[in-house]
């Protein structure tokens, strides 16, 4: 889905002139970051690998000190009275399977430029995506962005896409081979919600589940925010091919309570190709980015892969997420927003989808169901979700019948 970003402010890159160790993975498939921005120095784990070339090099520089944000206590936000707080972590195999390289041309007027995120004209983009389940006991919870007219200090209004986000959710860094920094995303502001069902832990379907206007992750629900969206990437325009390595930290602040902040990191590597295409990224993909102005459900750029489920082979299976119709199917909808499910495990084209719809037919509704297709042969499939008009925000929580 698209929910729009929007950078704080405009970072100086800090420069690391030593490197002396690798990320190290972590059971969640992350990496431990030996310090946090609550910490006096980010050392260690900001040098993502060692090279006889960088040693004997001044060592990093403390960063501040972590101070909580004016008005919103250290573990204030975000826990439910009475239960345990959440656990928020980052789906590191989706980040770094999700990479793709972009160039794109910016207008002086676009949103990326105005919320600081790239520069006007050609820039060359790093894009991925986010994904932060909450596999911890307890909903993470922030409730309505508004409250008699005013906003909390933990939102703040996106003025070029209209609605509110929750402050300094994520930041992103790529370094090279000896640990400096060499590009940075922005300490962005999320609107945070229920975008997929995961389930973990047996945890259930929520009821009403959290969206823009009232916040939160669920217990056994992630956010995810696709490498499609504004501001999504890291800008390496002036950035050589070669090996770097992908840093993405979120609730830097601690602003909301978990049960461990020590898993709110991942670190990924990443190949940055020559533009002359010595490695092309691959054709007819339809999670890479679409063009300006691509639309309807036979385009093949501009998905995002909601998940792969089973069915018994030769069964009729119904996927959708419109509660206009009778019976419902789903739980959410917003936008219009398009299904397309494809055989097994990947993501498919348009022409080797078993089906793909734009809407329900229930009525005037644009949510979108599938209905009636036949369950493969190997007994899974997989549930793509686009909007209509690439770029434009939509929502899609699936049911199944």
């Known amino acids: 889905m698209n929910r729009w970003l929007r950078s704080l402010a405009l970072l100086t890159p800090l420069t690391f002139v030593a490197c002396t160790s690798d990320p190290q993975p972590t059971a969640d498939g992350g990496a431990t970051d030996a310090s946090t921005d609550a910490a006096p120095t980010d050392a260690a784990a900001d040098r993502p690998a060692d090279s006889a070339a960088c040693r004997g090099l001044e060592s990093v520089p403390p960063i501040p000190a972590f101070v909580p944000r004016e008005g919103v206590p250290v573990g204030a936000i975000g826990q439910v009275m009475g239960r345990p707080p959440g656990n928020l972590q980052i789906n590191q195999p989706r980040m770094s399977t999700s990479v793709q390289f972009q160039r794109r041309t910016f207008a002086e007027n676009s949103c990326e430029v105005i919320e600081g995120c790239t520069m006007p004209g050609s820039r060359r983009l790093l894009r991925f995506d986010l994904e932060t389940p909450n596999n911890g006991e307890g909903d993470m919870y922030l409730g309505a962005p508004t409250a008699s007219g005013r906003a909390g200090p933990q939102f703040e209004w996106a003025t070029c896409h209209r609605h509110y986000h929750f402050i300094g959710y994520a930041d992103y860094r790529l370094y090279d081979n000896c640990g400096t920094e060499v ?71 601690r602003t909301v309570a978990e049960s461990n902040y020590d898993d709110n990191v991942a670190v990924v590597e990443v190949t940055i190709p020559d533009e002359n295409g010595t490695t092309p990224t691959p054709t007819n993909n339809p999670l890479n980015a679409c063009s300006l102005g691509e639309q309807g459900p036979d385009r093949d750029c501009g998905w995002e892969m909601e998940g792969t489920h089973t069915c018994t082979p030769g069964a009729r299976v119904s996927v959708g997420c419109d509660t206009t119709c009778s019976p419902s199917i789903g739980s959410n909808c917003q936008g219009d927003a398009m299904i397309r499910i494809c055989p097994g495990t990947g993501a498919c084209t348009g022409q080797n989808a078993i089906v793909q719809s734009d809407n329900s037919g229930c009525g005037s509704s644009l949510c979108p169901v599938a209905r009636n297709f036949v369950c493969p042969s190997s007994g899974r499939y997989s549930v793509l979700l686009g909007t209509y008009a690439s770029g434009s925000p939509s929502a899609c929580i699936i049911g199944i019948q």
């Open 183 to 253: 590009g940075r995303g922005h300490k962005q502001s999320f609107c945070l919600e229920d975008s997929r069902y995961t389930g973990n832990g047996g945890s259930p379907r929520a009821t009403t589940p959290y969206d823009c206007s009232n916040q939160g992750i669920h217990a056994g629900y992630s956010d995810v925010y696709s490498r499609v969206l504004d501001c999504q990437f890291v800008d390496v325009t002036d950035v050589p091919p070669g090996t770097y390595y992908l840093r993405a930290r979120i609730n830097l602040d």
